[in-house]
């Protein structure tokens, strides 16, 4: 089975500031990962995502991720954070050909972007 | 337009009571999901619907009953509720196994 750790459950941050949020996973096969967003009183929405090919990912907002597969790991990153970026992230994992279909994810981390 | 509705967006009720959420999605999806998120934000997949056919159920208790009557609309009913029904239930559609679209979650809290 696969699984997700976020260990981090909050990210204080002052706006402009670079951001790193981590995420390792565990799981035997290949796997593609994603990472989701969710604002505050709103559903989640895909920042990006991993299939295969290019192990950095560019998606939404300005953030980015690297899948990091000897380190078993798919942090994500953005260079300077804006206040609107305030919410809740979770990466989350699934075994191909599942894609989105079976997702598994982390116990999301909570970034605090502040003036 | 709302791509994933869900309805109520909260709901409060009583222990052993019967209750039911509701879900539609406009975007022509043809798979639906349920997730549940506890109180320690673990998000989990509860069921899901492809062509109103159930495809996957995982390992959730006998009192929550997903009902599909078309491909737009994914319920969730749960019998006799227990406190530790408590949390917020997501619904999500996507086309096969492509990008999945959540709703913005109906909080159940039990009392």
């Known amino acids: 089975a696969q699984s997700v750790t976020q260990l981090d459950s909050q990210v204080p941050v002052f706006e402009e500031a670079p951001v790193e949020l981590r995420c390792n996973y565990s799981?035997?096969?290949?796997?593609?990962l994603f990472w989701y967003v969710q604002y505050p009183n709103q559903g989640l929405q895909l920042l990006l995502k991993y299939l295969s090919g290019s192990t950095l990912v560019k998606g939404i907002n300005g953030f980015e991720a690297e899948f990091n597969k000897s380190q078993t790991s798919f942090h994500l990153r953005k260079p300077s954070v804006h206040i609107s970026d305030t919410a809740e992230y979770f990466c989350?994992?699934?075994?191909?050909?599942?894609?989105?279909?079976?997702?598994?994810f982390g116990t999301g981390t909570r970034l605090l972007v502040s003036p | 337009d709302t791509a994933v509705s869900q309805t109520p967006k909260y709901l409060v009720t009583q222990m052993g009571n019967d209750k039911s959420i509701k879900c539609e999605q406009n975007l022509g999806h043809d798979t639906m999901y349920w997730y549940k998120q506890d109180s320690k934000k673990f998000l989990k997949i509860m069921f899901s619907?492809?062509?109103?056919?159930?495809?996957i159920n995982e390992t959730v208790p006998n009192r929550f009953s997903p009902k599909s009557p078309d491909k737009a609309h994914l319920n969730l009913h749960i019998n006799s509720l227990e406190l530790g029904d408590s949390a917020v239930y997501f619904c999500?559609?996507?086309?096969?196994?492509?990008?999945?679209?959540f709703g913005q979650g109906t909080r159940l809290t039990v009392v």
């Open positions: 989350a994992v699934s075994v191909p050909p599942a894609g989105f279909q079976k997702l598994v």
């Open positions: 619907y492809n062509n109103k056919e159930l495809i």
């Open positions: 799981s035997s096969v290949s796997v593609y």
């Open positions: 999500a559609s996507s086309q096969s196994n492509r990008r999945a679209f």
